[in-house]
């Protein structure tokens, strides 16, 4: 079993930066993978970022704005999240599984409560 509690999301304008915190308790937390997905208003689920096989996967919506990185020691992952654009308003969803992301695509079976972020023009 293994809990996931994200926080750091807020109200930001347009142009701003936030980075979102998710911490993960459980046993053997460091053998999962970890990630981030969003779900915008309205809207389906995104994954938008994680450490894959392959090197990190960033969706296309964000790629090049925003930064994931895993702190091992505090069991927490990040997502560095610059140049926000209202469209980036959404509940941003930490997951976690033993099996790794493809690239693009991942079904992890623990999941946050989510943190909001909402970004104003």
């Known amino acids: 079993q293994v809990l996931l509690v994200e926080s750091g999301g807020g109200l930001v304008q347009a142009g701003g930066s936030l980075r979102v915190s998710c911490a993960a308790t459980?046993?053997?937390?460091?053998?999962?993978?970890m990630g981030w997905f969003r779900q915008p208003p309205g809207k389906e689920r995104e994954f938008i970022a994680a450490?894959?096989?392959?090197?990190?996967y960033y969706a296309d919506s964000v790629k090049g704005r925003f930064t994931f990185s895993r702190d091992n020691a505090r069991n927490t992952v990040f997502l560095q999240m610059n140049t926000l654009e209202p469209e980036d308003t959404a509940v941003y969803y930490c997951?976690?599984?033993?099996?790794?992301?493809?690239?693009?695509?991942?079904?992890?079976?623990?999941w946050g409560q989510g943190t909001q972020v909402t970004v104003s023009s």
């Open positions: 459980g046993r053997t937390v460091i053998s999962y993978y």
């Open positions: 997951a976690a599984d033993l099996s790794p992301p493809d690239y693009g695509t991942w079904h992890p079976l623990y």
């Open positions: 450490l894959t096989r392959r090197g990190v």
